[in-house]
């Protein structure tokens, strides 16, 4: 053993300082604890041995976490002296639980004393014990909460209950604890993604920036919904005939963000960077490539996962439809335009730039050849959302963004993009202005 402690008084104090010792001794080399010996290593005895050894066995199993029992033995010296010996534990850091995950509740030794941990020595043993794969980690918060991610969960149609989470790999079965890939779908997560959009080319001159935070999922929703706002419409009117022209794909935008949630080395502190201009949206998300991946087998679908329970979790909720594909249906959607998306790597980032397609234009062919500004010819196609919409206009006249909120069961960053898209298209216009603005059906035919 590489030390001892010597605990004399009363049961109580007797009791928290072994608490205190055997989580410090359990994350380092082991240790003994003799209780009724003074510190200059005088036996002095326990006046209530029974009691002493209940109050302490019972306090040591239920305010250390993990379960640290197996790893201690009792005997009981001269009838009088309790020796408590302790290996070294196998699921380091051991932490007071009222106290948590955290330096003031993790102790190690130093010297000949126990002292708090720093965030650094919490990390590396966790990293140690559980491997080194982020989302498999055990999370430094244990206070989760998961209120956005059970709304999306519920709209899909799959429980999300305490025997989820350890099927999700939210839980570490073995230890009943929350990992790092729950922290990631909690409410606290503390990882943001942010938005600039610049005026200029060379990003420089802001007009615009957000950061979004909480759960991935809400980020994920709401940054999109920003990103849509960002993507404008240049439509044109050919006789009776409109024709749209967005700046960027909304599958293009959309398979950009969700590569760079899901593939992110979130061992890093950092946020994701979505840089838009003019000409172009970038995507930068922090991690390179994983060893024995090029870009060009990027391109040609092969995919490790960095995350793989967060990508097992975002196929399982639908929003990827399988691994690999998303880098490649984005160079299908820019196959006809004259610039393609760039992919720039360096071994800590990965960047994808989805050029503005109505800037660069489309290659010249005979069946685009009587298109407007290069954009291609297409139909505008209603979504089940947007029939919902219609068909409330044609039943009460007109609709708000109220109304469109609660019929559809979503927010008003969203509700806001849907009509815009409507409007855009030339199917509802909008009239009025603040609290007094609705929309009403333009002359179309479904």
Request: a negative charge; one cysteine or more.
């Amino acid at each position: 053993m590489a030390a001892t402690a010597c605990l004399y008084g009363d049961g109580d104090k007797q009791g928290k300082a072994c608490y205190n010792e055997k989580v410090a001794f359990a994350n380092t080399d082991g240790g003994v604890i003799l209780v009724g010996v003074d510190d200059n290593g005088n036996p002095v005895g326990l006046e209530n041995v029974d009691d002493t050894y209940t109050r302490i066995t019972n306090g040591i199993r239920d305010a250390i976490l993990p379960d640290v029992t197996m790893f201690v033995k009792y005997t009981l010296e001269n009838d009088k002296i309790i020796k408590i010996e302790i290996g070294e534990g196998s699921y380091k850091p051991y932490y007071l639980r009222s106290k948590g995950l955290k330096p003031s509740g993790v102790y190690v030794r130093q010297g000949a004393s126990s002292a708090p941990a720093s965030q650094e020595q919490i990390r590396q043993m966790i990293k140690y014990a559980d491997g080194d794969t982020f989302e498999r980690l055990r999370s430094l918060n244990q206070e989760l909460t998961f209120e956005f991610a059970s709304q999306v969960f519920e709209k899909n149609g799959i429980p999300f209950n305490e025997e989820k989470y350890y099927q999700l790999g939210i839980k570490s079965p073995e230890l009943k604890i929350f990992t790092n890939l729950g922290l990631l779908l909690s409410d606290q997560c503390t990882h943001t993604v942010k938005v600039a959009v610049f005026s200029d080319d060379d990003n420089t001159e802001f007009k615009d920036k957000k950061e979004f935070t909480g759960s991935l999922l809400e980020q994920l929703e709401e940054t999109y919904n920003y990103l849509q706002l960002c993507n404008r419409n240049r439509a044109t009117i050919s006789g009776l005939e409109r024709e749209d022209h967005w700046d960027y794909k909304e599958e293009a935008v959309r398979e950009a963000l969700l590569n760079a949630l899901i593939h992110r080395d979130y061992n890093f502190s950092g946020s994701i960077i979505i840089n838009i201009n003019d000409k172009e949206m970038e995507f930068i998300s922090i991690g390179g490539l994983l060893s024995g991946i090029s870009p060009e087998d990027i391109r040609n679908g092969i995919s490790l996962s960095r995350n793989s329970k967060l990508s097992e979790l975002f196929h399982r909720l639908r929003f990827i439809e399988a691994y690999g594909t998303g880098i490649r249906r984005i160079f299908s959607l820019y196959k006809s335009c004259k610039e393609q998306p760039e992919i720039s790597i360096t071994p800590n980032s990965f960047k994808i730039t989805l050029p503005n397609m109505n800037i660069a234009g489309e290659i010249e062919t005979s069946a685009n050849s009587n298109t407007i500004s290069g954009a291609k010819k297409s139909a505008f196609k209603l979504t089940e959302q947007m029939v919902s919409i219609l068909d409330y206009i044609s039943k009460y006249d007109e609709i708000t963004l109220g109304d469109v909120q609660h019929i559809l069961s979503i927010k008003e960053t969203r509700a806001y993009v849907i009509m815009k898209q409507l409007t855009d298209a030339g199917i509802v216009e909008k009239i009025g202005r603040g609290k007094h603005q609705k929309y009403i059906r333009k002359n179309y035919s479904k």
